[in-house]
């Protein structure tokens, strides 16, 4: 018999499946892309809470199966990072980078560099949803987030010299080398002039349409 999986698992789509079920899209570190069937899942009662929602991180406890869509044995709430929804602004970002990540991740194939910058750019979004720590979200963490995941994903992918940060660096405007960085070490995003932000946003369109990501 196969063997339980456990993984986190961030949740970046939910389509509703019946009165009670809904399937998952979203991303492992682990495992890439995944798709879940969460039986019951909108449930809401008394003893039932409904954990699966956009932007949650969860711990989801599995056994793999022949198809691609999974069901999962045992599933709870890691991280919220719905508050991303509380701004028009930061809300359109985060849509923009769910459907980044299920459009060019890989199923099967780890992703844990992706992973954890996706993860970082939610939660930048989500402070500047609540209106912490000063930045203006559609001027600064808006852009920071889209670039520090989607450069994230380049470098895992060998799209990027980013071995060479210094070689990088010669290669990407500022600020690209200190978001990736951010973004991979559970920083806060660099702090530049818009229009070091908007070289960065030029230069990224054009790198990810010649890596042919959508």
């Given at each position: 018999?196969?063997?339980?999986?456990q993984?986190?698992f961030?949740v970046?789509?939910?389509?509703?499946?019946s009165?009670t079920?809904?399937?998952?899209?979203g991303l492992?570190?682990?495992h890439?892309?995944?798709?879940f069937?969460?039986?019951g899942?909108?449930?809401?009662?008394?003893?039932?809470?409904?954990?699966a929602?956009?932007?949650r991180i969860l711990?989801?406890?599995?056994?793999?199966g022949?198809?691609d869509?999974?069901?999962?044995?045992q599933?709870?709430?890691?991280?919220d990072?719905?508050?991303?929804?509380?701004?028009?602004?930061t809300?359109?970002?985060a849509?923009r980078l769910?459907?980044?990540a299920?459009s060019?991740?890989?199923?099967?194939?780890?992703?844990?560099?992706?992973?954890?910058?996706?993860?970082q750019a939610?939660?930048?979004l989500d402070?500047?949803a609540?209106?912490?720590?000063?930045?203006?979200?559609a001027a600064?963490?808006?852009?920071?987030a889209?670039?520090?995941a989607t450069?994230a994903?380049?470098?895992?992918?060998?799209l990027?010299?980013?071995?060479?940060?210094a070689?990088?660096?010669?290669?990407?405007p500022?600020?690209a080398v200190?978001?990736?960085?951010?973004?991979?070490?559970?920083?806060?995003?660099?702090?530049?002039d818009?229009?070091a932000?908007?070289?960065?946003?030029?230069w990224?369109?054009?790198?990810?349409?010649?890596?042919?990501?959508r």
């Open positions: 018999m196969t063997e339980w999986r993984t986190e961030l970046l789509r939910k389509t509703v499946y009165e079920s809904l399937v998952l899209a492992s570190a682990d890439g892309q995944l798709h069937m969460a039986r899942a909108r449930r809401w009662g008394r003893r039932d809470f409904p954990v929602d956009l932007f711990s989801v406890t599995y056994r793999p022949r198809g869509l999974l069901s999962w044995h599933a709870e709430v890691v991280e990072l719905g508050g991303v929804a509380q701004g028009v602004a809300y359109a970002a849509a769910a459907k980044f299920l060019n991740a890989p199923a099967g194939l780890p992703a844990p560099r992706f992973y954890r910058a996706l993860r939610l939660r930048w402070r500047a609540a209106g912490q720590d000063g930045f203006t979200p600064t963490m808006t852009v920071a889209w670039s520090g450069l994903f380049l470098a895992e992918h060998g990027l010299p980013a071995d060479n940060l070689a990088f660096a010669t290669l990407a500022a600020p200190a978001v990736l960085t951010a973004a991979e070490t559970d920083d806060t995003p660099p702090v530049c818009p229009a932000w908007e070289r960065l946003d030029a990224l369109r054009v790198t990810l349409a010649r890596a042919d990501c």
